[in-house]
């Protein structure tokens, strides 16, 4: 564990109880969260290579227009 994380821990145990829970839930539904999104990309990788190579050629070839943030 990291001196930051074993601080952060030593002020949390100073809080109420009720506060000591709600931000142990909130830490383990950050983790969790952030488990679901490596999955989520790890997942997807192949499809956007694939899909940046098409936009790269897309691209090479004339097929692309700038974008006018005024047309937006």
Known sequence: MTK???RAFK????LPE???NALAKWV???LEAEGKWEKAFAGSEDILDRLADEAL?????????????EKL
């Open 4 to 6: 930051l994380l074993e």
């Open 11 to 14: 002020e949390a145990s100073r």
């Open 18 to 20: 009720v506060e000591q």
């Open 28 to 30: 383990i539904e950050e």
């Open 57 to 69: 050629a897309a691209h090479k070839q004339g097929r692309t227009k700038a974008l006018s943030i």
